[in-house]
């Protein structure tokens, strides 16, 4: 019983990151405005939501150099904000962790899944 709830679990956080993945895509910044990239990866990372490659990005964009650059500046202050949020939290109230805190703070994850736990264990 407790391997289908597992799996369960895990179907739903994979159908919400198809999801966020595709949603995240809708605001992305169609012009080379350096200020608009960096809200957009301030905006991104602080959704949560996995760093896009140079390449990703411009696959539906018009994107320059400078304007990717901007992006990572914005990622990573949104990455900071995200990563300092309770863990614990964050899985016990069932929202998804795509591992973006894993290179920050090596608890993030541990604390992700106790949270899960926990709420697993509640219902």
């Known amino acids: 019983m407790k391997q289908i709830t597992v799996i369960k679990q895990t179907l739903a956080m994979l159908a919400l990151l198809v999801v966020a993945g595709c949603a995240s895509h809708k605001d992305m910044p169609n012009s080379a405005d350096s200020q608009a990239w960096q809200n957009y990866g301030e905006q991104t990372a602080a959704k949560g939501l996995v760093e896009h490659s140079q390449?990703?990005?411009?696959?539906?964009?018009?994107?320059?150099?400078?304007?990717?650059?901007?992006?990572?500046?914005?990622?990573?202050?949104?990455?900071?904000?995200?990563?300092?949020?309770?863990?614990?939290?964050?899985?016990?109230?069932?929202?998804?962790?795509?591992?973006i805190c894993d290179n920050i703070d090596p608890f993030f994850r541990q604390d992700y899944t106790a949270g899960v736990q926990s709420h697993a264990g509640g219902m």
């Open 55 to 99: 390449h990703q990005l411009a696959k539906t964009s018009n994107l320059t150099d400078e304007a990717y650059m901007a992006y990572q500046q914005g990622y990573a202050k949104g990455q900071k904000q995200y990563c300092s949020q309770n863990a614990s939290w964050l899985g016990s109230t069932g929202q998804a962790y795509r591992g």
